[in-house]
């Protein structure tokens, strides 16, 4: 490819047009303006990279690579990851809008999973089954193919990483499709990793759009494994396509994840790990939690604090590094703007911002002010449905059955935050809550690689991040010997 004014996708380990030459354009949220041109992958396109994945498997040279030298391509991916921070966070800032020290730390995230998986590549094991005298019995865990992964927009390079590094660690290869709103950083940890020595074909990058590219990805019956992360419609279609072709999925959807504040509880800190838990990314994360449980008595207490932080906060384009940026798209802004005044007319108060924000110079980028919906009850749309901006749903309980039973009245179960004192009740509610996780006086873990991450209920299945994730890359084969 020639024309370097088009970002080509990865196939085969060459950059390339289009198989029709058809591209697309990236925008920069902050301000409305083209940030690039890329090539729009076809299903000609995908049936390509799963080829060439397929070819991969079978190669000498990745198929036949040693565990341990597999571990050292990962580990050569981290630090190259590492040593491009400065770029690749600029980058992040600018196609998905996050403030820049937000997107520095998901590059710092996904180098930390290309060095956790690295690790891990040559402690692959199985197990021998004592089934007698004359027999061995012993298990063996095969790279289960080629892996299909369908990203989302708002974590770009960290979801990408999350699931190519455990793929690549367990010897698949993989077809990676980015959402075409904020395709970036994938093309580059594509381009990364060649330069890492990654054998041609191992790693394909193909952005897209889901009507094409992601049907043709996941409805394909080469693949043999399929990671979804994204909506629960899309989810839905995604995993009846794969379902067709007998293929596994793992599905990281949605969230509504509470934030459950007791009495007791340090305010301070629940405050802040409230904001923080919502503010973040401007609300569009899985696991914002973005319905807050606080405990009647101190209802005006938190509320005054949440409301003090979100004035204070400073809102603009990513890379001025603000304390929050734009949203993603104006789609994704009139869709949270129609939430805000679905949330009062339901009964619910605005007790911080619920707007786009006055000042002028921001009017063309894609902003919303931070937002407080007070006096917010459990059944109310604004505490069932996933909004994906940043806006608080604040709902007040009584005692600590009240509280258990506002968190599970939900459709998901990805995350939930507990803030108490007292370690009765922060057992009590971790046990009975149900979702994926459970944080005790604090949310999130700084990328939490290391911690397996996935949904209850509607929320999703399967796990990633940890060593649980080997388990969705990898199948056992069980190997019975006679002797003797
Ligand atoms: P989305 O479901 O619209 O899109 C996700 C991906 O699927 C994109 O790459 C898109 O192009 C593709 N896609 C769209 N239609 C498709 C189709 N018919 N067939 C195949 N692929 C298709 O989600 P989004 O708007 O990009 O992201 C926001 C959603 O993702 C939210 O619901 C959020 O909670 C969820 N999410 C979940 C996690 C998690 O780990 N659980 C992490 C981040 C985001």
């Keep these: 490819m020639t024309d370097t004014t088009v970002e080509g996708l990865i ?154 590094a455990p793929a690549l660690a367990a010897g698949c290869a993989v077809v990676l499709k980015p959402s075409s709103e904020a395709p970036m950083t994938a093309l580059r940890l594509g381009e990364i990793a060649l330069a890492c020595r990654l054998p041609p074909g191992v790693l394909n990058v193909v952005p897209g759009t889901g009507s094409e590219a992601g049907t043709a990805l996941a409805s394909h019956p080469d693949i043999n494994q399929l990671t979804f992360t994204g909506s629960v419609d899309v989810g839905i279609q995604v995993a009846k396509m794969a379902a067709d072709n007998v293929v596994p999925v793992v599905m990281e959807l949605g969230g509504k994840s509470p934030n459950v504040v007791f009495a007791d509880a340090d305010l301070d800190l629940a405050a802040q790990g409230v904001a923080n838990a919502i503010f973040q990314n401007a609300g569009q994360t899985c696991s914002a939690g973005s319905r807050l449980l606080v405990q009647h008595k101190v209802h005006d207490a938190i509320v005054e604090r949440l409301a003090a932080r979100a004035k204070a906060m400073r809102v603009g384009p990513g890379v001025s590094d603000p304390d929050m940026g734009p949203i993603i798209s104006k789609r994704q802004l009139e869709t949270i703007e129609h939430y805000v005044t679905v949330g009062t007319a339901e009964g619910a108060t605005v007790a911080a911002g619920g707007a786009r924000p006055s000042d002028p110079a921001l009017g063309r980028g894609f902003y919303f002010q931070p937002t407080l919906l007070d006096h917010v009850s459990a059944t109310m749309r604004v505490a069932q449905e996933e909004i994906f901006g940043p ?70 299945y399967g796990r990633e991040k940890s060593l649980e994730s080997l388990a969705s890359y990898t199948q056992v084969k069980n190997v019975c010997v006679k002797f003797g």
Excluded at 403 to 419: D, E, P
Aim: net charge neutral.
């Design 391 to 460: 806006v608080l749903s604040i709902i007040t309980f009584e005692d600590r059955d009240e509280a258990i039973a506002i968190a599970n009245r939900s459709q998901y179960g990805l995350v939930a935050g507990v803030w108490t004192r007292d370690i009765n009740t922060a057992m009590a509610v971790s046990t009975r809550i149900k979702s994926g996780q459970v944080f005790i006086n604090t949310y999130g873990a700084g990328g939490g690689v290391e911690l397996p991450f996935g949904g209850y209920k509607k929320s999703g």
């Design 11 to 164: 196939i085969d380990g060459q950059r390339v047009r289009a198989s029709d030459g058809l591209t697309f354009d990236v925008y920069d949220p902050s301000s409305g303006d083209v940030l690039a041109t890329v090539a729009k992958a076809t299903k000609a396109d995908v049936g390509r990279a799963v080829q060439s994945a397929q070819a991969a498997l079978e190669s000498k040279a990745w198929g036949g690579m040693a565990p341990a030298e597999r571990g050292r391509i990962l580990f050569r991916i981290g630090q190259a990851i590492r040593e491009r921070e400065d770029e690749l966070a600029t980058l992040e800032s600018r196609d998905n809008g996050k403030p820049l020290r937000q997107a520095r730390t998901d590059v710092q995230v996904a180098a930390r999973y290309f060095e956790f998986f690295a690790g891990i590549a040559d402690k692959i094991m199985g197990h021998t089954i004592p089934i007698g005298p004359g027999f061995l019995d012993y298990t063996v865990r095969e790279p289960i193919g080629v892996s299909a992964q369908i990203v989302p927009w708002n974590y770009p390079i960290q979801i990408g990483a999350r699931g190519v």
